[in-house]
């Protein structure tokens, strides 16, 4: 119960501090609100420990008479949140399930959804933190036979929800060092080894930035260009509600379509994605995507005819 407090408390001081500058006694009546009373103390103690474990700033600003989430010396917000929406629902379930054995009677999780190697979670978040490098045998899709590798990792990243390892093979040496960089299924991961061999990340390095301009796994080397999609207005609402990107722009919305723009570097996960939207989906720009997608539906549609 005490870690499911500071989580709501974390949680709460991001929302009230992140678009305004309330003073400690307009923090403890919010708290009080929410029916969580807090003292000074407690929130000094969340406000230090926000900024040592998780990188998130929340500063006095003298001028304003208040406190504020600085946007500028805190690590990326949104992602944090999530983090911390997952650790309450997680919480809230157990809770719920120690008061009484049915509570799963009432909670669907989607199928399949402990995906294989989630057991891996817990060694390479160790490996992670304390900087070791790793061996591992990893099976791809697209060879017949497995590959072992050392690497030290970088990242965890998740996507369609499965966990993937993002770290630098120790034997490439390629050119760009971004080349050195694998990203790696952990469901396809067996014979985890933690080294205790510990190394140092490469300066001006951040894996995460490999994905700022594409969606999914696959970051891209081709250019960053603008894709325009245009969606039917009921799946337009879906779009709107949940953006395929952070650069997402509406250009129309009508009761005809819903137009919007994306600044990426398109990638297989894209066309992927695009496909999945079927007749709901036009793209029109850029030339090269729009010809790749239709291709596709016109092989499609030929397994179709005859």
């Given at each position: 119960?005490?870690?499911?407090?500071?989580?709501?408390?974390y949680?709460?001081?991001?929302?009230?501090?992140?678009?305004?500058?309330?003073?400690?006694?307009?923090?403890?009546?919010?708290?009080?609100?929410?029916?969580?009373?807090?003292?000074?103390?407690?929130?000094?103690?969340?406000?230090?420990?926000?900024?040592?474990?998780?990188?998130?700033d929340?500063?006095?600003?003298?001028?304003?008479?208040?406190?504020?989430?600085?946007?500028?010396?805190?690590?990326?917000?949104?992602?944090?949140?999530?983090?911390?929406?997952?650790?309450?629902?997680?919480?809230?379930?157990?809770?719920?399930?120690?008061?009484?054995?049915?509570?799963?009677?009432?909670?669907?999780?989607?199928t399949?959804?402990?995906?294989?190697?989630?057991h891996?979670?817990?060694?390479?978040?160790?490996?992670?933190?304390?900087?070791?490098?790793?061996?591992f045998?990893h099976?791809?899709?697209?060879?017949?036979?497995?590959?072992?590798?050392?690497?030290?990792?970088?990242?965890?990243k998740?996507?369609?929800?499965?966990?993937?390892l993002?770290?630098?093979?120790?034997?490439?040496?390629a050119?760009?060092?971004?080349?050195?960089?694998?990203?790696?299924?952990?469901?396809r991961i067996?014979?985890?080894?933690?080294?205790?061999?510990?190394f140092?990340?490469?300066?001006?390095?951040?894996?995460?930035?490999?994905?700022?301009?594409?969606?999914?796994?696959?970051?891209?080397?081709?250019?960053?260009?603008?894709?325009?999609?245009?969606?039917?207005?009921?799946?337009?609402?879906?779009?709107?509600?949940?953006?395929?990107?952070?650069?997402?722009?509406v250009?129309?919305?009508?009761?005809?379509?819903?137009?919007?723009?994306?600044?990426v570097?398109?990638?297989?996960?894209?066309?992927?994605?695009?496909?999945?939207?079927?007749?709901?989906?036009?793209?029109?720009?850029?030339?090269?995507?729009?010809?790749?997608?239709?291709?596709?539906?016109?092989?499609?549609?030929?397994?179709?005819?005859?």
């Amino acid at each position: 119960m005490a870690q499911h407090n500071s989580v709501k408390r974390y949680m709460l001081l991001i929302e009230k501090t992140r678009w305004s500058y309330p003073s400690m006694k307009a923090l403890i009546a919010f708290f009080e609100k929410h029916e969580m009373p807090v003292s000074a103390r407690t929130l000094q103690r969340d406000f230090n420990r926000l900024r040592t474990d998780y990188q998130m700033d929340i500063v006095y600003d003298k001028a304003q008479n208040g406190y504020r989430l600085n946007d500028e010396t805190s690590a990326d917000i949104d992602q944090f949140l999530r983090f911390l929406d997952m650790l309450h629902t997680a919480d809230l379930i157990y809770e719920s399930a120690e008061k009484t054995r049915e509570t799963l009677k009432y909670v669907d999780f989607e199928t399949d959804t402990r995906q294989r190697g989630s057991h891996l979670l817990k060694p390479l978040l160790q490996a992670l933190l304390e900087k070791r490098e790793i061996e591992f045998t990893h099976k791809s899709f697209f060879r017949s036979e497995p590959n072992t590798y050392c690497v030290q990792p970088y990242l965890l990243k998740e996507y369609l929800n499965r966990y993937y390892l993002v770290g630098r093979v120790k034997d490439l040496n390629a050119d760009d060092e971004k080349e050195n960089f694998r990203t790696f299924g952990i469901d396809r991961i067996t014979e985890l080894t933690v080294s205790a061999q510990i190394f140092t990340p490469l300066r001006d390095t951040e894996p995460k930035s490999f994905f700022d301009y594409v969606i999914g796994l696959t970051y891209s080397t081709s250019t960053l260009q603008d894709v325009v999609l245009s969606f039917s207005p009921t799946q337009g609402e879906y779009v709107k509600s949940l953006p395929w990107h952070h650069s997402q722009k509406v250009l129309i919305d009508n009761d005809e379509e819903l137009r919007i723009v994306i600044t990426v570097k398109p990638n297989f996960e894209l066309t992927q994605k695009i496909l999945m939207q079927g007749s709901n989906v036009v793209v029109l720009e850029p030339l090269l995507l729009k010809e790749e997608v239709k291709k596709h539906l016109q092989k499609a549609l030929k397994k179709y005819v005859g």
